[in-house]
C-alpha cells in the first residue's frame, strides 16, 4: 500500500520560511509527477506547483518567485521550501504522487497525502 506522510508544518511569523516534506513509501518503483496543493480556510484546493520525474517545475502565480518544489527520487520524497511567507498562504498543504508504479504491483495511480498544517501570523 502506498502512503504519501507530509511533514515540516507550523506556525510562522509573515516573511519568515517553512520547508515541508512528503516522504512516499510502500515498495514503490518510480512516481512520473508530485505536486503540492492547498486549503484555505472556506476556499477551494487549489494548486501550489508541480514537478516532474526529471526535475521540471511548474507554480502557482501567487507563489512564483517565492516557493520552491524539488524531489529526492532515491528517497521517493518530494519538498517543498516556502519563503517570504505571507498570512494568505496559510492553509493545509498536500502532496501528491501522479503515476505510481510500485515494485511488487505495477501500476498503482495517484495518491494523497493527509495534510499538513502551515499557519503564517501578521
Known amino acids: 500500500q502506498v502512503q504519501l506522510v507530509e511533514s515540516g508544518g507550523g506556525l510562522v511569523q509573515a516573511g519568515g520560511s517553512l520547508r515541508l516534506s512528503c516522504a512516499a513509501s510502500?515498495?514503490?518503483?518510480?512516481?512520473?509527477?508530485m505536486a503540492w496543493y492547498r486549503r484555505a480556510p472556506g476556499k477551494r484546493r487549489e494548486l501550489v506547483g508541480t514537478?516532474?520525474?526529471?526535475?521540471?517545475?511548474n507554480y502557482a502565480d501567487s507563489v512564483t518567485g517565492r516557493f520552491t518544489i524539488s524531489r529526492d527520487n532515491a528517497k521517493n520524497t518530494l519538498y517543498l521550501q516556502m519563503n517570504s511567507l505571507k498570512p494568505e498562504d496559510t492553509a493545509v498543504y498536500y502532496c501528491?504522487?501522479?503515476?505510481?508504479?510500485?515494485?511488487?504491483?505495477?501500476?498503482?495511480?495517484?495518491?494523497w497525502g493527509q495534510g499538513t498544517q502551515v499557519t503564517v501570523s501578521s
Open positions: 510502500g515498495n514503490i518503483y518510480s512516481i512520473t509527477s
Open positions: 501528491n504522487g501522479k503515476g505510481i508504479y510500485s515494485s511488487n504491483a505495477g501500476y498503482i495511480g495517484d495518491a
Open positions: 514537478i516532474g520525474s526529471g526535475g521540471s517545475t
